[in-house]
């Protein structure tokens, strides 16, 4: 069968490309092209656009790029047509793959929706857009199920595939004074600064990360960089500061860390599976934050806090974020503060809540047997 994935940030890229693994795996004649990252090429798909060229963050990012935005539609429309996938798999991304969605089915071809886009959050009404346009979705947290069954639209849960990846990590990398010594750092504990994966996350959110690296001199703060950015971003921001960057090694980062400043997303959900105690870092443009928070739907921002329906990691926004608060929130999570093992034992009733492993297996199985029993 043919399949075209569309994916427009690291996160996607990572899921997306352990999706394609299993599709390929239980589907040998499989024809994946794909719209997303690296892993995702080297998983096997064929890549058609990469997400450094689609990643727009925020209302006003969006509006400064209008022209790309729209070529990046009418580019991704044409290839779909020309191919004509049996089934088209949308994961996240909801601004650019909801209208997708609705161009995809007005050809007749399949929609499939693999990690729901935040509607729980903000957009609550976009549900019906989901419910109009895709044929069946793919929940990765258990809460979303009744988010949905409120609105009369049928899920799947079938785990969260941040479980395999992280647990696949952590069995080849037993030895972290191996693994630290592979990333060429030293002795000092590790506060690992997960900055996001945006140029626009990152110019907001790291400067005040790496502010409060001069008051704790007994540790090394370490930036978890992404290759698609350029270096002279995180140069310029971190200048003479006490501060390592380590490119495309986030997961090896946060499994010798001690504690960790994580942009909120899907990173804070992948600190938690890894054990590391976090303080939660939002910032963006005074007018996408105003618009965001008109439509905010829910308490939190992080899926740990979200997921446990209550504060487990604190979560520092806009104003908040600053030097001062930082350092007072970071000492808090570090070893000998008061709620690193507080922390640590709620991550282990988040790891229980969200399943066994095996989730993209299941998962792409599924999708067979949907598409096969559809007479696709």
């Known amino acids: ?25 239980s589907d040998p004649s499989a024809d994946i092209s794909c719209w997303g990252g690296d892993m995702m090429k080297e998983a096997g798909a064929k890549l058609l656009k990469h997400y450094r060229e689609t990643a727009f963050m925020g209302a006003w990012e969006v509006i400064v790029n209008i022209r790309k935005v729209r070529a990046n539609f009418a580019e991704c429309r044409s290839q779909i047509a020309s191919i004509r996938p049996d089934v088209v798999i949308l994961i996240d991304y909801a601004g650019f793959n909801l209208r997708m969605a609705k161009f995809v089915k007005s050809l007749g071809i399949r929609v499939f929706y693999y990690i729901s886009p935040k509607f729980w959050a903000w957009g609550e009404g976009r549900v019906e857009k989901i419910k109009k346009y895709v044929d069946r979705l793919y929940i990765i947290f258990p809460f979303e199920k009744d988010f949905y069954s409120r609105h009369g639209y049928p899920t799947v849960y079938l785990g969260n595939p941040l479980i395999d990846q992280v647990e696949s990590l952590r069995r080849e990398n037993p030895d972290r004074d191996a693994l630290r010594a592979s990333l060429g750092l030293s002795n000092k504990p590790v506060i690992a600064l997960l900055a996001g994966s945006r140029m626009q996350e990152v110019k907001k959110i790291l400067p005040e990360m790496v502010s409060v690296s001069s008051s704790l001199p007994d540790y090394q703060f370490v930036v978890a960089a992404m290759e698609h950015l350029p270096e002279k971003l995180y140069r310029d921001i971190i200048g003479t500061m006490p501060v390592t960057v380590i490119y495309s090694k986030t997961y090896d980062l946060l499994s010798v860390a001690e504690a960790a400043l994580v942009t909120s997303g899907t990173a804070t959900l992948e600190a938690a599976l890894f054990d590391v105690p976090q303080v939660v870092c939002y910032k963006t443009s005074a007018l996408t934050y105003h618009l965001a928070k008109s439509f905010m739907k829910v308490r939190f921002l992080s899926l740990v806090n979200l997921i446990m329906d209550r504060e487990v990691v604190k979560e520092l926004i806009q104003k908040d974020l600053n030097q001062m608060t930082l350092h007072r929130e970071l000492q808090n999570v570090i070893r000998s503060g008061n709620k690193y093992e507080i922390i640590r034992g709620d991550y282990r009733q988040l790891r229980a809540m969200l399943g066994e492993r095996g989730a993209s297996a299941r998962i792409a199985s599924d999708m067979i047997k949907t598409l096969k029993s559809s007479g696709s």
Not at 8 to 23: A, M, V, W
């Open 1 to 25: 069968m043919k399949y075209f994935i569309i994916a427009g940030e690291p996160s996607g890229d990572l899921h997306g490309s352990n999706l394609i693994r299993n599709l390929i795996s």
